[in-house]
């Protein structure tokens, strides 16, 4: 096999022996393209040469003046490049799997005499990549300390560093301000509070996709810290009650509760939690059904190798507070005074006749023959001696009902029963002194009327005077005894609250 010195002698020599007038030489038929290409890629290079005739191609490495092939054969001993011919007047030259060393200038030669040449440029672009050294990794600091985050990245173009926080929180610059990002290797935060503490991202880009990431976690430890929002909490017995505190400590804290300088274990009624977020931690301790003894202080304490402390929380005893709008239900007492009258009452006197007293009309009439209109035939004017008949039930029925009824309603101005048999005999006089005096008036108007004409009336049965009635003022009566018995009926149920006087006139004559 012919080295690279033979070769180029060997084109030297034809370029000599075969000398050919210039408008019949090769020439280029198109400018060589530069071409970038991603690493690991394929990158492909072509030489376009017209009229070739027995002149050959060659590829070169101009920066190191290195022969890569010439016509189809490959000089170099990198397996990686390979040459193709095709449509006559194309030279292809390939690079499998390029790397970033195979980044330069590449000549593509024609062995006439002057050689001809074009070149065009390999850009062998590489994504970024961090570097785990000198990148930080993650960091401790103690609170109020100053620190420096680093990162360093590689690529092709050089890449650019951004620092961002995980959450998005704003970073603390240099110059005392905050910021979303920071661009730089080098992230300095002065005076580290528990406020930085976190995860923050180093991002290197440079165009060429991907764009990477490191995650760096600052962690600021500090002794713990406690709040409380309620220290004095008031419970009524057998409520249930929880008492709250805020705890902050990194590293994490053990947290627990005391009462009367002993820790409060977990049981039926004393139930202890905590809730973690990051470093802050939320202590409850939830009592249930408060007891008399459960009253006092209590503590919740908060310990870690940095420090310790703890808050008081006082549990008082609360009374319920009855609301009068819904615990009570409100009483009002009314009282009325009633007024007191003072009046004459004049009493209803009620008339009962006595079946033998009533007198018949079925067989009376008059002395002209003519039926009497009177039902009880009792004529003043004349001397014709009634004929007592014994009455029937069917044609005395409602008389009967008149006279039971009347016989059991009494009214009395400010009396509350209804019941005539118990003031029967209180107003029995006043009727028997009313009746004697009407009997004389009518035996001093008609002197001649006969003993025989007069019928027995007494009052309440036992009195003897007799005294006469005629059918008129018997009716108006029944008539004025049934309308008090209607007004009783009606004023009934306000005669225990109210005085109603009632005021009645004279019987008429």
């Not at 000549?107 to 994504?127: A, E, H, R, W």
């Not at 100053?146 to 929180?169: Q, Y």
């Not at 006092?296 to 908060?302: I, K, L, M």
């Not at 007069?454 to 003897?464: C, E, I, L, T, V």
Request: proline share 6%; glycine share 6%; charged share 20%.
């Amino acid at each position: 096999m012919q080295n690279k010195d033979e070769l180029l002698e060997d084109i030297r020599e034809d370029t000599v022996v075969n000398a050919i007038p210039e408008k019949d030489l090769p020439k280029f038929g198109e400018l060589l393209q530069n071409v970038t290409v991603p690493v690991s890629r394929e990158a492909i290079l072509q030489c376009v040469v017209d009229n070739l005739q027995t002149y050959k191609i060659a590829w070169l490495r101009v920066d190191t003046q290195t022969i890569l092939t010439i016509q189809n054969h490959v000089i170099t001993k990198n397996h990686r490049m390979s040459i193709t011919h095709a449509e006559k007047r194309a030279w292809i030259l390939r690079i499998r799997d390029v790397k970033e060393s195979d980044k330069g200038w590449y000549m593509c030669q024609i062995n006439t005499d002057p050689m001809k040449s074009q070149v065009g440029y390999l850009d062998v672009v590489v994504p970024p990549d961090i570097l785990d050294y000198p990148t930080s990794t993650d960091m401790v600091i103690r609170e109020g300390s100053n620190v420096t985050l680093k990162c360093a990245a590689t690529g092709s173009p050089t890449p650019t560093i951004t620092w961002r926080r995980e959450g998005g929180e704003l970073i603390p610059l240099p110059n005392g301000a905050e910021a979303v990002a920071f661009n730089g290797s080098f992230l300095t935060i002065a005076k580290v509070n528990r406020l930085n503490m976190g995860a923050y991202l180093c991002i290197a880009s440079n165009g060429i996709p991907p764009t990477v990431s490191k995650r760096v976690m600052l962690i600021v430890h500090f002794p713990p810290m406690i709040w409380i929002q309620n220290q004095l909490v008031g419970a009524a017995l057998t409520q249930n009650i929880t008492l709250e505190c805020q705890s902050e400590a990194y590293p994490k804290s053990i947290n627990y509760w005391m009462k009367n300088d002993t820790i409060i274990v977990p049981g039926e009624r004393f139930v202890p939690e905590t809730f973690e977020s990051g470093y802050k931690i939320t202590m409850r301790l939830t009592i249930f059904e408060v007891d008399i003894q459960d009253f006092g202080a209590y503590r919740c304490v908060a310990k870690n190798s940095l420090g310790d402390t703890d808050g008081a929380i006082k549990l008082y005893r609360k009374y319920w507070r009855l609301s009068p709008s819904t615990d009570i239900p409100q009483t009002t007492t009314m009282t009325t005074m009633a007024p007191t009258v003072s009046i004459n009452t004049v009493p209803v006197v009620l008339v009962k006749y006595n079946k033998e007293q009533r007198y018949g009309s079925s067989g009376n009439q008059n002395a002209n023959g003519n039926s009497n209109n009177n039902p009880y035939n009792f004529n003043p004017g004349s001397g014709q001696q009634s004929t007592k008949l014994q009455r029937g039930k069917a044609n005395n029925k409602g008389l009967d009902q008149a006279s039971s009824g009347l016989n059991n309603v009494f009214v009395g101005a400010t009396s509350s029963l209804w019941n005539s048999q118990d003031h029967h005999s209180s107003s029995s006089s006043r009727g028997r002194d009313h009746h004697q005096q009407q009997h004389q008036q009518q035996q001093q108007q008609q002197p001649n009327l006969g003993s025989d004409h007069s019928a027995s009336y007494r009052s309440d049965g036992k009195s003897p005077h007799p005294v006469k009635h005629d059918a008129k003022s018997l009716t108006d009566d029944l008539d004025r005894m049934q309308d008090l018995k209607g007004w009783a009926s009606c004023l009934a149920p306000y005669l225990p609250i109210l005085t109603l006087p009632m005021v009645l006139g004279a019987w008429p004559g």
